[in-house]
């Protein structure tokens, strides 16, 4: 009887103090993400295999200083709030005059160290900051005996309670001395010339990262080894850090008009709310690591004892449940709230780490569900939005140049990986809900032209730069294990020189190799990397590729956002030959703010490849459209559509065509280039070309030297600021002007020596053959950004101009890029120039005549005097010998020229019926159509009309006959191109809000697929 009223007792204690419940149950021994499975898989692989020892080796070396540590001095590292902190020494929001002062002795000078100069040593020179530049030491005061002075019974530095006789400069203790107080810092900076120098302030900031740092080294070395003393050490750190954690504050030295990572909120805790993201998830996966370290160390637990009862804590202290208590609520819940409130933010994926961190750190339900569910929620993480609308199909972001586009797929997928690790959760899963998010894994491999390089789009890379940045082999292997999709492991195996060493190895698994294995049996089978061009329809890049190994010549023309980090490129291309781009973009600006150089040059449209239409630049969009994509063997056709770019014109179009070069040729390349740029309406248009650096020769131009001034004017000079004249023409000077131009004539540059590694023995030309009447043609140099290493002082550039009211322009060119001698003997326009089609007979030197038939709107047949009929779109024939070898038709019926006569059903075009329209990737699309659709089309693009912001045409993956429909599976992907505001529910992506979605195109939309016929003859 007794017994059972002191249970009832108790359980009543429990009911009404919820928290005690918590401290009189037994803490969970693990954290959620590393589980005793993972740990012990890890432990076992480091005795197995020498790369995971290794590992573990490093580990336990960077732990050692630490380990040495007293517990009372670790204990006794961590400050409180009040010891003020900032990202920059002078900078002062309130302050007149300049922003950046740099060092009190040497200003300026300390500047070419970078944003965040001084490093302090936080051993061997405590509360000092060394200028990098003149080697002055700041402050000159012993702060850390004032610091000491300052602490009060809590053991925390309150600035009331400091010794203020200690704030001397220790160099000169005479009081009387004029330098006596020079440099000395109390925490608030030291004042000069009415700047406050936060020393304190700044080693303060990097401090909390050592400290963080320390923390890190002690868990890791813990994982790996499973020795109890460093797991000790750390909880020491973890427990002092989640006593002042919940204080933390960074606004009140906003206020003072300081400087930190804040996103100019003024919110954030340690530090400003962007980087405290990173603070936070460093905390939360130390601890997640040593929680089953913590277990049966009694001398940790009266050491946290002793401290509390010295310095007075609120909180109780002296168990494991205690200590855990803590540190769930001190760091971990303290976060979530901070979060909610806004105060660690960060961008998009940054703060929904931190969250799911936590959350699988706490590992205690029902909070860890709360929190994961909390990262999907519309008010919340808001996850399937930022799939959705800031993604797409590709996994690029909303960014406009490669680098940054990709830079989000990066910060997300250890999100979804991470929900991976802690399979008891299921409500979301990133890579399951949103399949085609694995794409991030690859696209910065896919952009890159012949596997070789990115083009360099927007503010990207540099002039002309070769290579494939973000293209990370490891990257790409880890998407592999959490996906398992073969594409990605080839791609990685590519990446990785044709080699699987150092990928996929998964050392919390229990058969840690077998992942590489399967990388390198996959890679090995797939082979090199086929040439031969792809779309992607979601960034908005067309590559069309040619011939073999070194020899490879690609065009990428780029159609995509030229919103963020973007330029005004709408069309644009540039292509690679030899190994070198040779009508390369200018690259990253000279710096990325809106100063004139920028803004009206290295964005501008002029500085591009472009039609310059009515002296205005292009506006903003999201993405132009794929009219045809086409790559077959020895033929690669786009033709696209940016008139979201000039909106206000009838059409502003580029059809590219890459002719001939298939096969294994040994000669460097007889692949060239057809570019017709398609401008109506306005009464301006300027066709702007450019090739390598180098010298330039024309052949049938009359130019006449223009003694002063630039493009603008004569009178007006090198970079003067658009005023009256339109934007880019005063950044490109040094005129020669031919004012009564042939249509027909060659511009020839030839790659000087120094660009991108070019010798003396390349001799790499591209020469463009124009064929376009226009009033005027000017050559003027442009100057790529100085300020970049490699980036050649100018380049030449081609600008034909036409004017007249409501002008038609077709600027049709041939580029054709060799070595040491040309192949094209000559161009000539076979076509009335006045009529839609444009026929084009290319002789080349070998005495092969190409004939390329170009006849957009396929209304009537073309018939050329030779005896040439085409039906159709486009047609391409070569003659050698005076004998057809070879011919292509695309979207046609019928091409026939002497023994060659090639017949074929047109282009399928048809109607949507049905279509996918949730967000769980099935992309399929229910079509009815004129012509049959078998399964020729598989890998063909489906290109749909749409008044979307996007581009609606797909890779077709795969086609179902359903009676008189066809189902065209496109995916993984959705067709979901924005979701509204609050428009998906709390749990759960499918079934979905529908009416809460945007489409890129909607059901009863026409489409068309693209089909060929080809004719080889048999010699
Ligand atoms: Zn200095
Ligand atoms: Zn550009």
């Not at 900078?91 to 922003?99: E, N, V």
């Not at 080697?135 to 053991?155: C, I, R």
């Not at 190895?505 to 082979?527: M, T, W």
């Amino acid at each position: 009887m007794v017994k059972k009223l002191f249970l009832l007792k108790l359980t009543l204690l429990v009911l009404l103090f919820p928290s005690l419940a918590q401290h009189t149950h037994t803490a969970r021994i693990y954290g959620g993400q590393y589980s005793a499975a993972r740990i012990s898989n890890l432990r076992a692989n480091c005795q197995k295999y020498d790369w995971a020892r290794q590992q573990l080796n490093d580990a336990v070396t960077k732990a050692k200083p630490w380990l040495n540590k007293t517990d009372e001095a670790l204990w006794a590292m961590v400050p409180g709030q009040d010891l003020p902190r900032t990202i920059d020494v002078a900078y002062d929001k309130f302050a007149t005059g300049p922003k950046f002062v740099g060092c009190v002795v040497c200003g300026d000078k300390i500047f070419q160290y970078g944003n965040y100069p001084y490093n302090p040593d936080f051993e061997n020179k405590p509360w000092k900051l060394t200028c990098p530049s003149c080697g002055s030491v700041f402050p000159t005061n012993d702060f850390g005996k004032y610091y000491q002075s300052a602490l009060d019974e809590h053991g925390v530095f309150n600035p009331a309670k400091g010794d203020t006789s200690l704030l001397f400069n220790t160099d000169h203790p005479d009081p009387k001395d004029p330098l006596h107080k020079f440099g000395v810092d109390n925490g608030f900076g030291y004042v000069h010339n009415g700047r406050a120098y936060k020393y304190i302030g700044y080693y303060s900031w990097k401090y909390w990262r050592y400290i963080q740092g320390g923390l890190t080294t002690l868990a890791n070395a813990f994982l790996y080894t499973g020795d109890q003393r460093y797991a000790h050490k750390a909880a020491i750190l973890l427990d002092r850090i989640a006593d002042v954690y919940p204080s933390m504050d960074w606004k009140p030295y906003a206020d003072r008009g300081w400087y930190h990572s804040d996103g100019s909120t003024g919110r954030g805790k340690i530090e400003g709310s962007i980087w405290e993201t990173g603070i936070v998830q460093g905390m939360a996966d130390a601890y997640d690591k040593i929680l089953s370290g913590t277990q049966n160390d009694p001398a940790l637990y009266a050491f946290l004892k002793r401290q509390g009862q010295q310095y007075r804590l609120p909180n109780s202290k002296g168990t494991r449940e205690l200590f855990v208590a803590n540190v769930d609520e001190g760091i971990l819940k303290t976060t979530f709230q901070a979060v909610l409130d806004q105060r660690i933010r960060g961008n998009q994926g940054m703060y929904q780490h931190t969250v799911a961190l936590c959350a699988l750190a706490l590992n205690t339900e029902p909070l860890t569900t709360k929190w994961l569910d909390w990262l999907f929620a519309p008010d919340g993480g808001a996850i399937p939005e930022l799939m959705i609308n800031r993604f797409d199909r590709d996994g690029t972001s909303d960014e406009g140049a490669p680098g940054y586009a990709v830079i989000w797929g990066g910060h997300i997928s250890p999100l979804a990986e991470l929900l991976l690790s802690y399979p008891s959760y299921t409500n979301h899963n990133i890579l399951r809900d949103f399949p085609q998010f694995k794409n991030v894994y690859t696209v910065a491999y896919r952009m890159a032209v012949l596997g070789k390089a990115i083009p360099n789009i927007g503010d990207a890379g540099s002039t002309g730069l070769v290579g494939i940045p973000n293209a990370d082999p490891k990257f790409m292997a880890e998407g592999y294990l959490y996906t398992r999709d073969p594409a990605i492991a080839v791609a990685a195996y590519r990446a990785n020189g044709y080699s699987s060493k150092g990928l996929g190895l998964d050392i919390f698994s229990r058969n840690p190799e077998a992942v590489n294995q399967e990388i390198k049996k996959l890679g090995e089978a797939a082979g090199p990397r086929p040439t031969g061009g792809y779309l992607m329809s979601g960034f908005g890049l067309a590559i069309l590729e040619s011939g073999k190994g070194t020899s490879g010549i690609a065009l990428a023309s780029n159609y995509g956002r030229t919103i963020h980090h973007a330029h005004s490129d709408m069309l644009n291309f540039d292509l690679f030959a030899f190994g070198h781009w040779l009508t390369p973009d200018l690259g990253y600006p000279e710096f990325a703010t809106n100063i004139p150089n920028v803004t009206e040059w290295t964005r501008s449209t002029v500085s591009h490849n472009l039609v310059f239409a009515n002296k205005r630049p292009q506006r903003a969009a999201w993405s132009g459209r794929t009219r045809l994509f086409k790559q077959v063997d020895g033929l690669g056709i786009v033709e696209l559509d940016g008139k979201p770019a000039y909106p206000d014109l009838k059409e502003y179009s580029r059809t590219l065509l890459l002719v001939g070069g298939s096969g294994n040729n040994t000669a460097d390349s007889n692949a060239y280039v057809v570019d017709i740029f398609s401008v109506k309406g306005g009464n301006d248009h300027v066709f702007s070309l450019h090739g390598p650096p180098g010298a330039v020769r024309t052949d049938g131009l009359q130019l006449q030297v223009q003694e002063k001034g630039t493009y603008a004017g004569t009178n007006i000079p090198k970079g003067t600021k658009a005023a009256g004249f339109p934007y880019g023409y005063s950044f490109l000077y040094n005129v020669e002007k031919d004012t009564n131009p042939p249509a027909s004539f060659t511009i020839d540059w030839k790659a000087q020596p120094g660009y991108r590694g070019l010798t003396e023995k390349d001799n790499i030309h591209i020469r463009m053959h124009a064929t376009t009447p226009s009033d005027d043609v000017s050559l003027a140099d442009g100057d790529p950004p100085q300020n970049k290493p490699g980036n050649p002082r100018s380049l030449r550039y081609m600008l034909m101009h036409r004017a007249g009211t409501d002008l038609t322009s077709k600027f049709v060119s041939v580029l054709e890029p060799y070595r040491n001698q040309p192949f094209i003997k000559s161009v000539q326009r076979l076509d009335s120039g006045n009529e839609e089609t444009i026929s084009i007979r290319v002789e080349k030197m070998n005495g092969t005549i190409d004939y390329l038939l170009y006849n957009p709107s396929s209304k009537n047949g073309v018939q050329l005097a030779n005896g040439i009929a085409m039906n159709g779109s486009i047609g391409y024939i070569e003659e050698k010998n005076k004998r057809t070898t070879k011919a292509i038709l695309v979207n046609g019926t019928s091409l026939r020229y002497q023994q060659a006569s090639l017949k074929s059903t047109g282009a399928i075009e048809g109607k949507v019926a049905k279509m996918y329209k949730g967000l769980g990737g099935e992309a399929w699309i229910l079509v009815t159509s004129t012509s049959s659709i078998d399964k020729s089309v598989i890998g063909e693009q489906i290109v749909i009309e749409t008044a979307g912001e996007r581009d609606a045409s797909y890779q077709i993956r795969s086609i179902k006959k359903e009676g008189t429909f066809t189902r065209i599976f496109c995916g993984p992907g959705t067709f979901v191109s924005k979701i509204k505001s609050g428009g998906t529910k709390k749990t759960g992506t499918t079934p979905d809000n529908t009416e809460n979605y945007s489409y890129d195109f909607e059901e009863g939309a026409a489409f068309k697929i693209a089909t060929h016929a080809s004719w080889n003859s048999k010699n």
